[in-house]
């Protein structure tokens, strides 16, 4: 550990200078920057913790051991159910006050509500931690996040390109900037979040830093395994999983629960680098990069806490893979599949099966039924049904904006559709089922 502060590796965090005169500390993430491991880590310690002065309530885990943390304060928080909400918090703060501690709360859903926090603080002395991850890196692991957990089936290009269209507190730092401008720098410690990095220095240890405790006592009285929970999927895993959303919904929550944990199990042993600059074009990437440029105007990183342990040229670089050879690694996976989670692979190849035998397929369900090797007519995806090929000849410029923005929807092609059914709006701006087909693409754009 010693060789971590050395002069050239070392960390810079602002202390709390008196950690015992708060009555709370919030963890709120962001989101995707390491809280699964600080959360659980902290479940593991309460009884240590509780002797260094700090009370970190009770939550529940999944079987991966991951969890939202004390997420019913965020949730009560993003319903604007607030009296839930000063409720939740009220109880937790006496729970706190009973051990003669500070509570100690991690919750990422509290991440985007700065505004309806301050409502519940009164004259509560508090302190917030929050973590910093490069723009792009952010980028990239939402939309990881949302392939595994929220269905989405946009592919990577068309989703940056959508941010490209309304950039968002990823590529612009806007929501790390509230929070600032709302609370102050004194309140906050905001620190650097770097993969390479916590190779060397594990999250668990930066957080206990980030608090006040000297990693001496850090060294001496907790044990920490410098291990990543929530990893990112192998990219053989998002692939699949952003195809199998094409069948998934929140209809079918135990079947897609039990493919999350399948690949979880993979991400968690399968170690590989990919990310955005390996899969999307040089032209896009150049684009996202100056995007970002041109919209960091934020005073983020002038009271950014940077740990500096490994330079930019030390982190590894992704190597973009060919379609055979992802192919050839989503074939080997469904395998394992097969081989480990018999019954799951058979009510996927189930749904899939069911999937093909609609009116109009998704080409993304022909890829699959290959990859689950099911038999399928030599068919092709429906552009138009007959009752649209007949009304054509007729069609003003509107309806055929419409159905062209409905077929791109179809074809998961979201960013384009977009672009399409805009066009249709300026044509015929009152036209209800444009609005529709709106509607349904901003929800697929939405991260």
């Known amino acids: 550990m010693k060789s971590i502060f050395t002069r050239k590796s070392y960390i810079e965090l602002p202390r709390f200078s008196s950690v015992t005169n708060e009555d ?63 409720n939740i918090l009220s109880d937790y703060v006496k729970e706190a006050k009973d051990n003669n501690c500070v509570l100690l709360l991690s919750a990422e859903s509290i991440f985007y509500s700065p505004d309806k926090l301050t409502v519940l603080l009164g004259d509560l002395k508090f302190k917030l931690v929050a973590f910093y991850r490069a723009p792009l890196e952010a980028l ?91 990893r990112s999927y192998p990219l053989s895993a998002l692939e699949l999983k952003r195809m199998l959303n094409f069948v998934l919904s929140d209809e079918f929550e135990d079947i897609n629960d039990k493919v999350d944990i399948f690949l979880q199990r993979i991400a968690d042993t399968d170690v590989e680098q990919h990310d955005i600059e390996s899969r999307v074009s040089k032209d896009l ?45 989503i074939f080997k996976l469904l395998k394992k599949m097969s081989e480990r989670e018999p019954e799951l692979f058979d009510e996927l ?39 649209q090929i007949e009304r054509m000849p007729n069609y003003e410029k509107a309806e055929f904006l419409r159905d062209i923005a409905d077929l791109m929807y179809r074809r998961g092609e979201y960013a384009e559709a977009e672009n399409i059914v805009n066009a249709a709006l300026k044509e015929r701006p009152h036209g209800p089922v444009i609005k529709k087909i709106k509607a349904k693409i901003t929800k697929k754009l939405s991260p």
């Open 349 to 387: 190849k189930k749904m899939i099966a069911i999937k093909l035998s609609e009116r109009s397929v998704h080409f993304e369900i022909f890829k699959l039924a290959e990859f689950f090797n099911l038999e399928f007519e030599g068919k092709s995806s429906e552009w138009f049904s007959q009752g």
């Open 140 to 230: 990239y692991s939402n939309y990881i996040q949302l392939v595994k957990r929220h269905f989405l089936t946009t592919d990577i290009a068309s989703y940056c390109k959508a941010q490209l269209e309304k950039p968002n507190g990823f590529l612009t730092s806007e929501a790390h900037a509230r929070w600032l401008e709302k609370y102050g720098h004194n309140k906050i410690a905001l620190i650097s979040y770097c993969e390479a990095t916590l190779k060397t220095l594990p999250i668990q240890k930066l957080f206990l830093m980030s608090l006040g405790l000297d990693h001496k006592q850090v060294e001496k009285n907790f044990i920490i395994e410098n291990k990543f929970f929530n």
């Open 285 to 329: 990437y150049y684009r996202l990069e100056q995007t970002t440029e041109s919209n960091f105007k934020y005073q983020v990183e002038a009271v950014l806490s940077k740990v500096r342990s490994l330079s930019k040229t030390e982190k590894g670089k992704s190597s973009p893979l060919s379609a055979m050879q992802l192919n050839i690694q």
């Open 24 to 86: 709370v500390i919030f963890h709120i993430g962001a989101p995707k920057t390491g809280s699964t491991a600080i959360q659980k880590f902290c479940l593991d310690n309460r009884e240590t913790l509780r002797e260094h002065g700090f009370h970190y309530p009770e939550h529940a885990l999944d079987k991966n051991g991951i969890s939202g943390g004390h997420s019913a304060l965020g949730l009560a928080l993003i319903e604007n159910r607030l009296d839930d909400a000063a």
